[in-house]
């Protein structure tokens, strides 16, 4: 119909709910134009990264010498869709109309070769049960009386149903070794794509 000029437009009472355009149209901002949000309260825009969730081993668990081991994350310190079990299988399984691309940080601290000598350890990300290359962070040589660290971060491509565990794998001649509790953490969110 045609095009309205001017440098400011408000509500006829100076507060209240502006409203653009009404249901089925397309409100559109021209290229080259800039829409400034940066003063305003938003809300509805940009997303949520959800499902999110932040577990944690809350008490050491020992593993075996050459046996792959699940670590058993069993705190919650969030969980919003409650898509992590932290009871029985120890995994985050991406909920219904939730697949896509998602990011994982973990971090095990001490593998503790206990008055032994470990060979090698190293930490995983599993998906659906089969080892990830991507996530796979592995320390070689020899660690006596040592602890070690392990930290790695990944975004990983998940279908609805897939779930991820961590596990980690050591192999030492003697002592035994244990992962320490609360600083061995799994952390992800979904992406905004």
């Given at each position: 119909?045609?095009?309205?000029?001017?440098?400011?437009?408000?509500?006829?009472?100076?507060?209240?709910?502006?409203?653009?355009?009404?249901?089925?149209?397309?409100i559109?901002?021209?290229?080259?134009a800039?829409?400034d949000?940066s003063?305003?309260?938003?809300?509805?825009?940009?997303?949520?990264?959800?499902?999110?969730?932040?577990?944690?081993?809350?008490s050491?668990?020992?593993v075996?010498?050459?046996?792959?081991?699940?670590?058993?994350?069993?705190?919650?310190?969030?969980?919003?869709?409650?898509?992590?079990?932290?009871?029985?299988?120890?995994?985050?399984?991406?909920?219904?109309?939730?697949?896509?691309?998602?990011?994982?940080?973990?971090?095990?601290?001490?593998f503790?070769?206990?008055?032994?000598?470990?060979?090698?350890?190293?930490?995983?990300?599993?998906?659906?049960?089969?080892?990830n290359?991507?996530?796979?962070?592995?320390?070689?040589?020899?660690?006596?009386n040592?602890?070690?660290?392990?930290?790695?971060?990944?975004?990983?491509?998940?279908?609805d149903?897939?779930?991820?565990?961590?596990?980690?794998y050591?192999?030492?001649?003697?002592?035994?070794?244990?992962?320490?509790?609360?600083n061995?953490?799994?952390?992800?969110?979904?992406?905004?794509?």
């Amino acid at each position: 119909m045609g095009t309205i000029k001017t440098t400011n437009i408000e509500t006829i009472t100076g507060s209240g709910t502006l409203t653009l355009g009404q249901s089925g149209e397309t409100i559109s901002v021209p290229s080259g134009a800039t829409l400034d949000l940066s003063s305003a309260t938003q809300t509805g825009v940009g997303g949520t990264n959800t499902p999110a969730f932040k577990v944690y081993l809350s008490s050491n668990q020992s593993v075996t010498n050459s046996t792959d081991t699940k670590i058993n994350l069993n705190t919650e310190v969030f969980d919003t869709d409650n898509a992590f079990d932290n009871t029985t299988n120890y995994r985050f399984t991406v909920p219904s109309g939730k697949g896509g691309k998602y990011y994982f940080g973990y971090q095990v601290w001490y593998f503790d070769a206990n008055a032994g000598t470990s060979n090698f350890a190293d930490v995983s990300l599993r998906i659906n049960g089969s080892g990830n290359n991507t996530t796979l962070i592995r320390k070689y040589g020899s660690f006596t009386n040592h602890n070690l660290s392990f930290s790695g971060n990944t975004t990983l491509s998940l279908n609805d149903g897939d779930y991820v565990e961590m596990w980690s794998y050591t192999q030492f001649t003697s002592g035994t070794n244990t992962i320490k509790a609360n600083n061995t953490v799994l952390q992800g969110y979904k992406i905004i794509e």
